[in-house]
């Protein structure tokens, strides 16, 4: 482990021993002796944003001949792993990053754009229709953002960033006022299924931090931390979410036009579902296709992934994919919908959000890797000048880092432009125009007004995603064909492609939870209970389990064991489930259930999607991240 210093260490590894054989005991985590770390910045999640930031520091260390460390902590086996997207990338905040990219051996852009067209599906039909300029503009990329990831992570090792797979963020660290962040706690490894210490426990780590910056992508759990605690979205609408599914083909070779851009809209999706539909050809014969679905959508019966497959059956996906041609990965994860509107306070005492982890994904263009880059440089240059403005030698909880000066500078800059010209379009379909309504509207506003209008769209009711689903009563089960493997699979044959693995033995990490009412200051998710500021409050019993189990399936049909796009969750039947007299302690919690139905969470499954946290009707399941290194591996997404 590392002791307190300033020094840089050795690459960080988790380390791997056996003890002298002992009694499990339950983990304390109120009662334990972390390893401690002091840092300059701590930067949570190895993706574009964070290390865009690394970088960036690391430029003004050199430029500036000022000493900065900086430590990105990534829950991924390796740096990439966990990314997944679309993706054709717009390059200009890597121009300003990193101008010379082109001329660097070994840079992961090969593919420019060629083509770029927008597709109305019907179920037998595809029609060529105007399409928003935002999506039509050239000069972009086909990527795999994953690989572009990976490439990033070693610009920023060999400026001397200290780069960690396999350590999540687990924690925030405050001060003991509770009133400032003071860094990252990772999480416990060697903890079993009920929380005992193995042989090979060893406790997280405190990373000490002078500024600590957000980076883990949409819907993080320690992004939802800080947002709850410090206010963050006072002012703000609530965030809104799509589910992207994708799967990359190697085609034949007389299907592949390398470069071409298609966007699509309209099936498999009815009139009253928000999402569309892509193919994006790669370089080396591969093709990346996959489907957006609006997690607002009201049916509790729609399947995400059936929906996927469904769309492959179409006779313009049954081409392409016909004679030589390979399915070779598949992944799944949820993007930010909500827009500027939608974007918190990005800055909090100690630390701030970039990239997904504030949401600043331009929907108009099905783009947001620009925005998130160019944020996490400007959070960069702030957090250096903060750093240089303040006195101590190592973090200090009476001189947080200010870093208001980011959100300023990032409301300046051409990311904010980018968000208000398509500020309207995404909004549009949540007013009472509806969704068809919505196509007109967002169709004049991209093409005619550019975002030039006085209004602007607001969620003036605070409906979540969640909220906006509607009792299975009041819906129609939807009937969808049956597979045609190879051209479409069954949800395991999938999730297989995606390497994902956990340890068996270790805490589940999906947690049914419900939150009790906040106090009077804010609430975090957890940490510290017993410091600082009053601390949200939360109850995982029998008695949650029960009305979860309760609700979904006889409100909701169970959707969750249907929406998630990794068969994480089942509603199985089982005989003693609904047995009322049943109490914690007599029957494991994790067999409690309702009406002859439990709830079975496989969380080795679990491909960190974050469906269930944002879509479960009875918002009672909370994400929380698992053993560090444990989830997906995806390379060429």
């Not at 042989?199 to 993080?220: N, Q, Y």
Request: proline content about 6%; overall charge neutral; glycine content about 10%.
């Amino acid at each position: 482990m590392l002791s307190r210093c300033r020094a840089r260490p050795t690459r960080l590894v988790r380390s791997l021993h056996t003890t002298s054989p002992r009694k499990r005991d339950l983990f304390d985590h109120s009662n334990v002796d972390r390893p401690t770390d002091d840092v300059d910045v701590c930067i949570v999640g190895a993706g574009p944003a964070g290390l865009s930031a690394a970088i960036r520091l690391k430029q003004l260390e050199q430029q500036n001949g000022r000493e900065i460390r900086v430590v990105v902590l990534e829950k991924g086996a390796e740096v990439g792993s966990h990314i997944l997207s679309g993706a054709v990338i717009e390059p200009r905040a890597l121009n300003e990053l990193i101008p010379d990219w082109k001329d660097r051996d070994g840079h992961p852009l090969t593919q420019p754009t060629t083509s770029t067209q927008m597709r109305l599906f019907t179920p037998k039909y595809s029609l060529r229709i105007p399409q928003p300029p935002q999506m039509a503009k050239m000069g972009t990329y086909v990527v795999s953002l994953s690989r572009v990831t990976a490439w990033l992570g070693s610009i920023a090792e060999e400026l001397g960033v200290e780069v960690y797979p396999g350590f999540a963020g687990a924690g925030l660290v405050y001060s003991e006022d509770g009133r400032s962040v003071l860094g990252v706690r990772t999480n416990e490894v060697g903890l079993d299924r009920q929380g005992r210490m193995k042989d090979t426990f060893e406790p997280g780590m405190e990373f000490r931090a002078r500024v600590t910056l957000l980076a883990e992508g949409a819907h993080g759990s320690l992004s939802k931390e800080a947002i709850r605690r410090f206010k963050l979205r006072d002012g703000r609408d609530p965030q809104t979410y799509g589910l992207g599914l994708k799967e990359v083909w190697r085609v034949d070779p007389a299907k592949h036009e390398p470069g071409k851009v298609v966007h699509s809209m309209g099936w498999p999706l009815d009139i009253h579902t928000y999402g569309g539909g892509w193919t994006y050809h790669m370089a080396d014969g591969l093709v990346t296709l996959g489907l957006v679905v609006g997690l607002d959508y009201s049916n509790p019966y729609l399947s995400p992934y059936r929906e996927l497959q469904r769309m492959k059956h179409h006779p313009y996906f049954r081409d392409l994919l016909s004679g030589d041609a390979t399915r070779i990965a598949y992944g799944a994860r949820v993007l930010n919908e909500g827009g500027l509107q939608s974007v918190p306070k990005l800055n909090f005492p100690g630390g701030a959000l970039i990239g997904c982890s504030a949401g600043f994904v331009n929907v108009a263009k099905i783009k947001g890797t620009h925005n998130a880059m160019k944020s996490g440089m400007l959070a960069a240059e702030a957090a250096f000048d903060s750093i240089a403005s303040q006195t101590s030698d190592s973090p200090s909880p009476d001189d947080p880092a200010d870093m208001s000066a980011y959100d300023t500078a990032l409301h300046k800059s051409w990311v904010h432009s980018d968000l208000h010209e398509v500020r309207n379009v995404r909004p549009s379909f949540n007013t009472p125009l509806g969704v068809l309504g919505g196509v007109v509207y967002s169709g004049i506003d991209t093409l005619l007004l550019r975002g030039r209008t006085p209004w602007t769209f607001r969620n003036t009711s605070g409906r979540s995603d969640a909220a906006h689903t509607r009792r299975a009563s009041e819906c129609t089960p939807i009937a969808y064909p049956p597979f045609e493997p190879p051209l479409s699979t069954d949800i395991l044959t999938s999730v297989a492609l995606t390497g994902t693995n956990h340890a068996e033995d270790q805490p589940v990490h999906l947690r049914v939870r419900q939150y009790l009412p906040a106090g009077e200051d804010a609430g975090a998710e957890g940490t510290e209970s017993a410091k600082g500021l009053a601390t949200e409050r939360w109850v995982e019993d029998a008695a949650v389990r029960r009305e979860h189990v309760h609700v979904n399936v006889e409100e909701y049909a169970g959707l969750l064991g249907r929406g998630c796009p990794a068969q994480v969750y089942e509603y199985v039947d089982a005989e003693d489930a609904g047995a009322e007299e049943a109490k914690e302690g007599e029957i494991e919690v994790e067999k409690v259930g309702w009406g002859g139905k439990r709830l079975v969470i496989n969380s080795q499954n679990c491909i960190h999607c974050k469906f269930c946290d944002v879509k479960v009707p009875t918002q009672d399941i909370t994400w929380t991240v698992p053993e560090g290194g444990g989830g997906p591996k995806y390379t060429i997404t």
